[in-house]
Nanobody, 126 residues
Framework: QVQLVESGGGLVQAGGSLSLSCAAS????????MGWFRQAPGKEREFAAA????????YYADSVKGRFTISRDNAKNTMYLQMNSLKPEDTAVYYC???????????????????WGQGTQVTVSS
């Protein structure tokens, strides 16, 4: 089992940047595919980005591709999301999640992820 805690959210102007972190407990962090999801007010939670066990593979939603960068440091049990060129439509609660499936395949459905953080608010003003 793993516990996840996000940090780094806040208020930023459009065009600005924010960096989110997701700290994980437990010694098995390196065996989880990790993902970032987000949920805007009145909308369903949606996939943003995911990263493989060792960080060699990443996958992004089209809406964030080229602006967001996901990374992880297994030695620190931490995952990151660098968000650049932020837009008002990026405003949402951002969640980190862990997928314990032993295949190690990156999956984008929230229902495939077993563990979730509490979320951190990101607000982008126009």
């Amino acid at each position: 089992q793993v516990q996840l805690v996000e940090s780094g959210g806040g208020l930023v102007q459009a065009g600005g940047s924010l960096s989110l972190s997701c700290a994980a407990s437990g010694r098995t962090f390196r065996w989880y595919v990790m993902g970032w999801f987000r949920q805007a007010p009145g909308k369903e939670r949606e996939f943003a980005a995911a990263i493989s066990w060792r960080g060699g593979s990443t996958y992004y939603a089209d809406s964030v591709k080229g602006r967001f960068t996901i990374s992880r440091d297994n030695a620190k049990n931490t995952m990151y999301l660098q968000m650049n060129s932020l837009k008002p439509e990026d405003t949402a609660v951002y969640y980190c999640a862990a997928d314990s499936d032993p295949s190690g395949v990156i999956r984008i459905s929230q229902y495939e992820y077993d563990y979730w953080g509490q979320g951190t608010q990101v607000t982008v003003s126009s």
